[in-house]
């Protein structure tokens, strides 16, 4: 890394390493912040041990020293805060902006706020007991007096910022303006249309609870909440996006998860530069994560509280975006989407097979259709209990393309089953399992090994609980039908370990992806294979270095 040095010996915007095992040569100069995060971009992987801390105390620094915001007074006058209003958010133009012009005791007021978020009981009552002031009572603190200690059930703030109020009335508040005062009041009453919680349709379980994330981000957190009772729980709010100023939520457990990773995850969340998020978590995922052209999910949603909870206890951070009913849980490894909460709501044993069998059908997602291909294509390489294997007889169309044919299928059939209305759904699956299926048999285009195995696929592929996953899978499959196709053995094997470098060299959040299999940690192939007994599953996983290792409460060496 490349450094400056003024001969002074004074620290010109770095930071410099001290108690380090790194060669004292490295640091005759102070790092810089952007020489950092360009060793963070380039090699993340020795970031990690030895100059992340020196990232984060950059980053402290920096931010310290950027400039605030502009404030934006309030208008003293209330026909300039009108005009305002007009100018800034389209008042007399947009029919949900309202703003009730009310005079108390000869004192003109304003409320602003959107038609379809206020509550009207609330505000309703707010205006009525505001007519019981006396005239030497009308200034912006004897309201906040007269609102606190008379109108129940409401959270009032002042703020004298124009821009603070506006991002706080169009988030749902209401914002009371008394003539020639200098602050608003702003008055929490907010009523955000949403639906019921409902069990995730991605995520059901035979046992369990039904309730699920929906998308009101308050709903959300507080579901959450209900099932982490721990003082330590936290929820930082924070605004993303220049128009939208979209809602996020980061939820972590205060003396569990790891400093180093809760500050890197600000750290790109507080980079985001776009004009909003009207696609919500993902649009998130995409300017936080820079994954490249990598198929493979590096963040994992989940629509079930109990999830989320679980994944907090173990140290990870949650982070909920409003208007969507899916919560990234960061960080995730590749075994983490092979995971599902059915499992755990089995006996070990039950959950051990269930576990098995889900990873069977991931196998075969993968490698099912390449195999018998290759077979296909090579018989001497079947062993003799595997004679069975291979086309019986000749079709019109190659194998590769039938292939090919058969994985753009599947996939329009579930493009259409999402598209197609539900009462029609089975009549739609009728007609292209059965009709589309045999007819192509019947007529020579495809053999019946084909339509076996690419069923048995497509199944292995809907097993995964990861959807993302699951689609990654498919690209994957697709590479090794060609590799094989074109170069037979020698592809086969080149794209498979191709994808195995790809992943152990993938890295979610500073975090190694493919662990516990690369690096190797035996108590967590252990815990991978075999689903562990609650009271035997003490410790937390060592790749979320998190604050106290162990899980079972009232021990003398927690950390």
């Known amino acids: 890394m490349a450094t400056m040095n003024n001969g002074s010996g004074k620290d010109e915007g770095g930071i410099k390493e001290t108690g380090s095992d790194v060669p004292s040569s490295v640091f005759r100069q102070p790092i810089k912040l952007d020489h950092l995060q360009q060793l963070e971009e380039e090699a993340p992987e020795v970031l990690h041990d030895r100059y992340e801390p020196l990232l984060i105390a950059a980053r402290k620094k920096a931010s310290s020293q950027e400039p605030k915001p502009e404030h934006v007074p309030i208008p003293d006058t209330i026909e300039g805060y009108i005009a305002k209003l007009e100018s800034d958010v389209g008042y007399m133009v947009s029919f949900d902006v309202v703003v009730r012009e009310m005079t108390f005791c000869n004192k003109k007021t304003a409320l602003f706020f959107m038609n379809g978020f206020a509550k009207d009981e609330i505000l309703t009552e707010v205006l009525t007991r505001l007519t019981y002031l006396e005239p030497g009572d009308l200034n912006a603190d ?127 969340i507080s980079l985001v530069e776009l004009d909003g998020l009207p696609l919500a978590d993902k649009q998130l995922e995409e300017a936080t994560v820079k994954r490249g052209w990598s198929p493979f999910p590096l963040v994992r949603y989940s629509e ?24 990234m849980i960061l960080p995730t490894t590749f075994f983490d989407h092979v995971q599902h909460a059915e499992e755990n709501r089995q006996t070990p044993f039950i959950g051990t097979y269930l576990r098995w069998v889900r990873f069977l059908g991931v196998f075969a997602s993968l490698f099912l259709l390449p195999l018998w291909f290759l077979f296909t294509l090579k018989p001497e390489l079947k062993p003799a209990m595997l004679s069975f294997i291979g086309a019986e007889k000749a079709s019109k169309l190659p194998l590769i393309a039938q292939f090919l044919t058969a994985e753009v299928g599947v996939d329009l059939m579930r493009l259409a089953a ?73 592809g086969f094997m080149l794209v498979t370990m191709g994808v195995i470098v790809m992943l152990a060299t993938e890295r979610s959040f500073n975090r190694p992806y493919f662990w516990p299999l690369i690096p190797f940690d035996l108590k967590g192939m252990q815990n991978l294979f075999i689903r562990p007994p609650v009271l035997q599953n003490r410790t937390r996983p060592n790749l979320l270095k998190p604050k106290q290792m162990d899980k079972m409460p009232n021990n003398d060496n927690p950390k």
């Not at 009523?191 to 019921?196: D, H, S, T, V």
């Not at 990870?316 to 009913?325: G, K, R, W």
């Not at 598209?419 to 292209?432: F, G, Q, R, W």
């Not at 007529?443 to 689609?471: D, H, K, Q």
Request: aromatic residues 6%; negative net charge; hydrophobic residues 50%.
């Open 142 to 268: 004897a309201f906040l007096a007269f609102l606190h200690h008379y109108v129940p059930a409401i959270q009032v703030t002042q703020e004298s910022d124009w821009n603070n109020m506006v991002t706080n009335v169009l988030a749902g508040g209401s914002a009371l303006y008394v003539d020639g005062e200098p602050t608003v009041l702003l008055i929490d009453a907010k009523n955000f249309p949403a639906r019921g919680p409902e069990e995730p349709s991605l995520e059901r379980v035979v046992r369990g609870s039904r309730d699920g994330f929906v998308e009101t981000l308050l709903v959300n957190i507080t579901l959450v909440r209900r099932r982490l009772r721990d003082k330590h729980l936290r929820y930082e709010i924070v605004r993303v996006g220049e128009r939208t100023q979209t809602d996020l939520c980061i939820a972590y457990i205060d003396d569990i998860v790891d400093s180093q990773l809760l500050e890197a995850i600000r750290h790109k």
């Open 304 to 327: 079930r509280p109990d999830v989320v909870a679980a994944h907090l206890l173990e140290g990870h951070v949650a982070v909920f975006v409003d208007t969507t009913p899916s919560v």
């Open 418 to 490: 999402v598209h197609t209305p539900a009462p029609l759904v089975a009549a739609m699956s009728i007609i292209s399992a059965i009709l589309i299926g045999d007819v192509a048999v019947k007529t020579g285009l495809f053999v019946n090994e084909v339509i076996l195995y690419m069923a048995v696929a497509a199944i292995g592929m809907y097993a995964t609980p990861s959807y993302e996953l699951g689609l990654a899978n498919r690209i994957v499959r697709l590479l090794l039908l060609i590799a094989v196709a074109i170069f037979k053995v020698p």
